[in-house]
């Protein structure tokens, strides 16, 4: 069974940072393009950042810059290296993992940037 498993979110003020963790069981994240997407209140499901299985990494343009995905092969998790949040960062952060056959998601992760 695959699960996937965020951590890291919370509370921060503008400027600040956080790193979310998504730990993987059941796959390997090297065997999967990894990404986090996130989903505001009343918006869609976007796609932030993902890594490729040769390690190539694409940010959403809003997040060039600020954000870093990376992953530990070793400890089978990925990350995403979150500086100078902006109030609208605030979302729900999901963990995703896909190969050609199959899509797994995370429970999500609550980010909320105050001003």
């Known amino acids: 069974q695959v699960q996937l498993v965020e951590s890291g979110g919370g509370l921060v003020q503008a400027g600040g940072s956080l790193r979310l963790s998504c730990a993987a069981s059941?796959?390997?994240?090297?065997?999967?393009?990894m990404g986090w997407y996130r989903q505001a209140p009343g918006k869609q499901r976007e796609l932030v950042a993902a890594?490729?299985?040769?390690?190539?990494?694409n940010y959403v343009n809003s997040v060039k810059g600020r954000f870093t995905i990376s992953r530990d092969n070793a400890k089978n998790t990925v990350y995403l290296q979150m500086n100078s949040l902006k109030p609208e960062d605030t979302a729900v952060y999901y963990c995703?993992?896909?190969?050609?056959?199959?899509?797994?998601w995370g429970q999500g992760t609550q980010v909320t940037v105050s001003s």
């Open positions: 995703n993992g896909r190969t050609l056959l199959t899509v797994y």
């Open positions: 059941g796959t390997a994240v090297s065997d999967n393009v």
């Open positions: 890594i490729t299985r040769g390690g190539s990494t």
